[in-house]
């Protein structure tokens, strides 16, 4: 049947929006609303608007394919609210297309050639420094992102397309590549031979990595991940004595705070409040998977034939060879990553964990949520240095970054800490007497932000940031004489 313009207006007009959309029968979660006034710098109406259009465009887009034939172009989204843009080979669809509530753009090539266009460039193997092409209904043409625009001319010239003219370039300096997530439980590789589990994404500073076993590798030693995908470097190893370390990712990796719990599911991490004794736990480990009993004690000093290690927690929980590293969970709290033991997962046996508070205050960490990371506060503005981590209840951090500094000559020491909202963090200013640390300033109000002062004499000086109650980020300003 011959598809006349008053045909195309009945066809389309009950499916396209107007100018002067309605808000949507559903409202849109307010997380939504909130992230496009924040991401796009728009109004709440707006998003409210926006979310409407494109939801009864998205609508549209299979009926105006099939009621324009083979003259469709493509739609697309203009301006702040998405009004919708409907684009045909012929002018003589403008005017039902503005009669049914849509803008009209009228272009010499149909979206079936620009796809047969595509389609002829995908059967030709590109060089590196084309980055990706796609069809563009906007500028009716298909976009090749090129580092060497030279080069991709040469490669389109290569294809065997007839409409080259149809291609245009876009200068880019993206490489893509893929991105995989650091997950509780999975298994990773070390440049050693060996096979471990990641036990919890967490951060210093801006820089990604993973807790696991100090057994697993030494500073230096560089991992894989489960897909054998370049992963990372161990920057943090403390074994015996402990059993932590901290793996730097490269940007391959990404972090969405949770643990692999295989038969269980992906589990968030949301926290790492400490599970008290005989309290539920349970343990992910690329080689025994998932295992969950009960914790039997806390700070368990534990002899291995390579060394002691303390601080440990034993609990009753199986585990075998490679689920070394592996993270302990109790609901969505972060526990620790698993050490050592006895027995195995036929007959049983005894499983100890480190505690993860430990790393996360030597090494200066913070663990990442489901969510993302809660960054640090940004109080303590205008001090010479600033130092971030992050503590759970009870938990205490030494800084500079888990060590101390030397004062060469007298004068003050000045240190702010910037809590979140709802705890109690103190701050204690330590001097080194030759024999022991000893306080000699603190900030200990029932606040989470603190401040002191104090003038002193050359020597060794640490400060102890110190969680009294309540657990998140933190940042540090300190000067020094």
């Known amino acids: 049947m011959l598809r006349t313009p008053a045909l195309i207006a009945i066809a389309i007009g009950a499916l396209l929006v107007t100018t002067t959309p309605a808000v949507a029968t559903a409202k849109p979660p307010s997380g939504v609303v909130d992230a496009l006034q924040r991401d796009l710098g728009i109004t709440k109406d707006q998003a409210i608007n926006r979310l409407a259009n494109e939801a009864r465009g998205n609508a549209a887009a299979p009926g105006l394919s099939k009621t324009l034939g083979d003259r469709y172009a493509g739609i697309w989204y203009e301006g702040a609210e998405s009004a919708l843009v409907v684009a045909t080979t012929s002018a003589a669809d403008t005017a039902a297309i503005t009669r049914a509530g849509a803008r009209a753009r009228v272009v010499p090539r149909s979206l079936a050639q620009l ?5 002829g460039l995908d059967r030709t193997a590109p060089p590196a420094s084309v980055h990706s092409w796609a069809v563009s209904p906007q500028s009716n043409s298909v976009v090749v992102l090129t580092s060497d625009e030279q080069a991709a001319r040469s490669w389109v010239a290569t294809s065997g397309i007839a409409d080259t003219a149809a291609v245009t370039f876009e200068a880019s300096a993206e490489r893509p590549r893929l991105f995989y997530d650091i997950r509780g439980g999975d298994a990773y590789y070390t440049s050693e031979g060996y096979r471990c589990s990641i036990g919890f994404a967490a951060r210093r500073g801006t820089q990604l990595g993973f807790t696991t076993a100090g057994h697993c590798g030494g500073t230096g030693v560089t991992t894989t991940g489960y897909n054998r995908v370049a992963q ?6 403390s074994f015996p004595g402990n059993d932590y370390a901290w793996v730097a990712t490269n940007s391959n990796w990404t972090a969405p705070g949770v643990v ?5 599911g992906i589990l968030p991490v949301r926290g790492a409040a400490v599970t008290q004794p005989q309290g539920s736990i349970c343990r992910s480990g690329s080689t025994t998977q998932w295992r969950c009993g009960t914790v039997q004690a806390l700070n368990s000093t534990v002899n291995y034939p390579e060394g002691t290690v303390s601080g440990l927690t034993r609990t009753n929980v199986c585990a075998e060879g490679g689920d070394s590293g592996g993270s302990f969970i109790s609901g969505d709290q972060a526990q620790g990553m698993t050490s050592g033991g006895s027995g195995n997962c036929s007959v049983g046996g005894t499983t100890y964990f480190q505690p993860l508070g430990e790393i996360l205050s030597a090494g200066g960490l913070t663990l990442v949520t489901s969510g993302g990371t809660d960054p640090p506060p940004t109080g303590c503005q205008g001090y010479e240095e600033t130092y971030s981590g992050s503590l759970t209840s009870n938990q205490s951090a030494y800084q500079p970054n888990g060590s101390y500094y030397q004062a060469t000559v007298s004068g003050t020491h000045a240190a702010c800490l910037d809590g979140p ?4 963090f103190d701050i204690y200013l330590q001097r080194w007497n030759g024999a022991s640390w000893t306080v000699v300033a603190r900030g ?6 603190e401040s002191i002062s104090y003038s002193g004499s050359a020597g060794y000086y640490r400060y102890r940031v110190h969680a009294y109650s309540g657990a998140g980020a933190y940042t540090l300003g300190l000067n020094r004489p």
Request: glycine share 12%; no cysteine.
């Open 421 to 424: 909202s709802g705890v109690d």
């Open 260 to 264: 692999n719990g295989y038969s269980a």
């Open 115 to 119: 796809s047969s266009v595509k389609e």
């Open 232 to 237: 990372g470097t161990f920057q943090i190893s």
């Open 444 to 449: 200990d109000s029932p606040n989470p932000d």
